[in-house]
């Protein structure tokens, strides 16, 4: 079975503060994804990666950053955190895809990160 | 430009109702993918079903089918003889091919009550 985990379920934080989200998988997947959730907005993305020091930027990338510095790990930053960035955060990976062909994403728990 | 929309916000029905949870996209490509995701009070999303846009054909599985019809940009969801194990959040999400991979675009979400 394919293991996405995400360094923290539950996480408080002060305005300001430099965030660090990890997420690590197990299954050598080249695609990795960062989504955040809203009530009513459902998932958001904010920047995914194809491959090891790639990135892009997704829907919503202000105020993040992230990093792939090995295959298997994929972080996003909040140089700053706001409160406007407390919500639910949801790693994601798929394999690189074969022609015809995508597979479905396979999600990590998600953090929830509150910023006071 | 891609989209989804799940104009559905909520959904109560009762236990053995029948329930259809819509879902309409929108996309310039003639390549594309679309999916349905489950995520339960746990949390974790979950795959449902994968659909590539040169297969109409609608699927069964279980309790479970899915009408996907290009002519109404329409990927629809019905669950028969529902249960309250059925009760969770429904995300749609189509997928396009972008700079070296594909990028996911969910809907806003649908959350199904299915009442003892």
């Known amino acids: 079975d394919v293991k996405v985990t995400q360094s923290s379920r539950y996480l408080v934080k002060r305005t300001g503060e430099k965030v660090f989200l990890e997420c690590v998988q197990d299954?050598?997947?080249?695609?990795m994804f960062w989504y955040r959730q809203d009530p009513g907005l459902g998932l958001r993305l904010i920047y995914f990666?194809?491959?090891?020091?790639?990135?892009e930027k997704g829907d919503i990338p202000e105020g993040y950053s992230v990093s792939r510095e090995k295959k298997e790990r994929f972080s996003l930053i909040l140089e700053s955190a706001s409160t406007n960035q407390t919500s639910m955060y949801l790693c994601?990976?798929?394999?690189?895809?074969?022609?015809?062909?995508?597979?479905?994403?396979?999600f990590g728990p998600g953090t929830r990160l509150t910023v006071t | 430009a891609q989209k989804v929309t799940q104009a559905q916000t909520e959904i109560s029905v009762v236990e053995k109702e029948d329930v259809t949870l819509d879902c309409v996209y929108e996309?310039?490509?003639?390549?594309?993918?679309l999916f349905w995701y489950k995520q339960p009070p746990s949390g974790e999303l979950v795959f449902l079903i994968r659909?590539?846009?040169?297969?109409?054909q609608n699927e069964i599985s279980g309790r479970y089918s899915w009408n996907f019809q290009k002519s109404t940009s329409s990927f629809n969801f019905t669950i028969t003889a529902s249960q309250v194990v059925d009760s969770a959040v429904y995300f749609c999400?189509?997928?396009?091919?972008?700079?070296?991979?594909?990028?996911?675009?969910f809907g806003a979400g649908t959350r199904l009550f299915v009442k003892a």
């Open positions: 994601a990976t798929h394999p690189r895809t074969a022609t015809g062909h995508l597979e479905e994403q396979y």
């Open positions: 299954m050598d997947h080249e695609n």
């Open positions: 990666s194809y491959d090891v020091k790639m990135k």
């Open positions: 996309t310039r490509d003639t390549t594309y993918y």
């Open positions: 659909r590539n846009s040169f297969d109409e």
């Open positions: 999400a189509l997928s396009e091919e972008n700079t070296g991979g594909f990028k996911t675009i």
